[in-house]
């Protein structure tokens, strides 16, 4: 059988394919002689499968979509303080190439317009790199979220750089107020040198998914920038990478996202996918028609909007049920699904309202699908106050769900690899770590 995914990308292009309003990026020749007829829809997946249809292979160059990678890669060098000093968070609501600084700190307002990329690209790497250096920094990165070696396309750089008077005249405003501290120049160079990276739709989902499973690479498993990073990238882009177009974005696709003039569009998905888009006619605020056209069609297809209430998860507590057994009258809490905070506070309310009454108490999550650190601190603190009400705990977790049983101070708990062994312990129970006393 033929997997429907690919189908389905096919069939929407067909559906926009026509729509042929929007123009070129003119400002320079490269990218005003673009074919426009150009269309391509790519989604790879967090755990690495990439379905394509159009064109996913052609080449073209990065231009904005550089910007929120940079970001991440000038946050996990630098670190949040030095960054957040320089440039701010806050959507600008003007155009993406707009002349203008916040009146009091004199910082670009966000990352993903220019005077906010430019200053973003001199904070990538140690202090201490030449402009060169800087760049090979950028593109190593840019290439290790793509998962293969990007090279730099040089006639479209040489042509931006020959038109560069406004991005030159940011960084000179940026350089008067002290947020630059080099060559104005130099750091425009690099910036467009950053924006000239060729790459292919199929390269663009990839980066994304990279950020949509947390800053992993989904196929080379390197861990590309941390959780922390991403979560910020993805903040910022959810909230500026439209530009003036952000807030129709985030009300009518809601998918984290970032375009390019040269007709890239990419959204993440937390969790999910990576998507990716090329068709080279934009709109009005520099986004691709057909690209948004495209993300319109696949968030409302496939409830993709990050808004979306989700149904309610099924209930985490599978049942709660009493056993005799060799270690005498038992309660057991199965548990299943994935658990979060929501799911972690049912249990918790599962376990005060049925106050057992029996000696042991089993927390079962051989069911469990995955659960999150304060799901897990939670089910731990749990364990502890049964000690404490008088109770022997057992955790039956065949799956190393809770890697770290310990449930502290004057908490104890046995780890079993299954439902009968915590029912009717043997004398010298074997498995992975058998008992967990809390100090
Ligand atoms: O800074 C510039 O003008 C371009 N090289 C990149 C701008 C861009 O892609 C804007 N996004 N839609």
Known sequence: MRSVVPDYLAEVLRDVEADASGRLAGYIPELAAADPERLGAVFATVDGEVYGAGDVDVEFTIQSISKPFAYALALSDRGFDPVLAKVGVEPSGEAFNE??????TGRPRNPMINAGAITTHALAGPGDMTPA????RVVRGLSAFAGRRLRVDETVCASEMDNAHRNLAIAHMLRSHGILTEDPRAV???YIRQCSVLVTARDLAM???????RGV???SNEQVVDGAVVRQVLSVMATCGMYDAAGDWATQVGIPAKSGVAGGLIGAL????GIATFSPRLDGHGNSVRGVALFERFSSDMGMHVMEVPPAARAVVRSNQIRPGTGGMTRIFRLQGGIRFAGAERIVREVVETAPAEPRVVLDVSLVSSIDDVARRMLLEVARRLTLDGHEVCLVDPETMIPDPDPGDGGRLTVVGDLEQAVNPRPITSGRKNESKGS
């Not at 250096?133 to 090979?136: K, S």
């Open 270 to 273: 937390p969790g999910q996918l």
């Open 207 to 213: 980066m994304a998914a990279t950020l949509a499973n």
């Open 217 to 219: 690479h989904p196929r």
């Open 99 to 104: 002349i203008s600084l916040e009146n009091d």
């Open 133 to 136: 250096e800087r760049v090979e």
């Open 188 to 190: 425009v160079d690099g």
